[in-house]
């Protein structure tokens, strides 16, 4: 048991629905309505893999830092090793990255550009500009594994590119918020919402386009978000 909640607290559970959500709207919207829903799954298998290697490599990366200023986390309060944390972030972006070409070449390259970002990312300073950019890439080119979880390809002049845009934005403002985190502790809190709050934003675009009930089972993916943000940490 001790061991599953060690894993559960590495890959950040509750944002692992955020993840999942951009999968499932960026397909809707390009299957308009109705994808294959086989390929959703795996997108979202996917997604979930990607986003778990990231945050365990992420973990890897700061154990020095955690040791000074986060005690309790896994590798610092010696509840697993340092490396097998780096293993099981290594098994993760692989087959994150590897599951994307069941959907299609475009999808797995897409899906091998995500684990590149998370391992870049990591390997930057945090929250310096550099690392700003790629933490929104990775969410960027997640939205746009879902848009091919749905159409498998997508002409580069199709205005779908800019929902990935979008969300792009949306987290480079969040994460730049992020910074303040250790001097401002309230804004722990409202990166928290930040996240959370994603397959809110989600479910809204995809019900722009009049996909109500889609639109609200994607709504629905806060609800576990939130619950299991009061168990597990969350940034």
Do not use: H
């Not at 990607?50 to 365990?56: R, S, V, W």
């Not at 986060?70 to 010696?78: H, Y």
């Not at 879902?146 to 792009?168: D, E, M, R, V, Y």
């Not at 303040?180 to 809190?189: F, L, N």
């Amino acid at each position: 048991m001790k061991f599953l909640t060690t894993q559960l607290r590495l890959v950040r559970l509750p944002n692992i629905f955020t993840a999942i959500s951009n999968i499932w709207a960026g397909s809707v919207i390009a299957a308009s309505g109705t994808p294959n829903w086989l390929n959703v799954l795996v997108g979202s298998i996917a997604s979930a893999a990607l986003y778990a290697g990231g945050t365990t490599l992420n973990d890897y990366c700061n154990r020095e830092e955690d040791r000074r200023n986060r005690p309790n986390r896994p590798i610092p309060s010696g509840a697993i090793s340092p490396q097998l944390v780096l293993v099981l972030a290594v098994i993760r972006l692989t087959v994150g990255a590897g599951l994307g070409f069941i959907i299609s070449t475009d999808a797995g390259v897409i899906s091998c550009a995500i684990a590149v970002s998370a391992v870049l990312y990591n390997r930057l300073k945090s929250r310096t500009g550099a690392a700003i950019f790629l933490m929104a890439l990775c969410r960027g080119l997640n939205w746009l594994l879902g848009l091919l979880s749905g159409a498998k390809t997508i002409n580069p002049c199709n205005p779908w590119l800019l929902l990935p845009a979008g969300i792009f934005l949306y987290i480079a403002s969040l994460t730049a918020v992020s910074r303040w985190e250790e001097k401002i502790p309230s804004m722990k809190q409202i990166v928290k919402l930040g996240i959370v709050a994603i397959p809110l934003i989600d479910a809204a675009i995809v019900l722009s386009f009049g996909y109500y009930w889609q639109g609200l089972a994607i709504a629905a993916l806060v609800i576990p978000a939130i619950i299991l943000g009061k168990i597990f940490e969350m940034t």
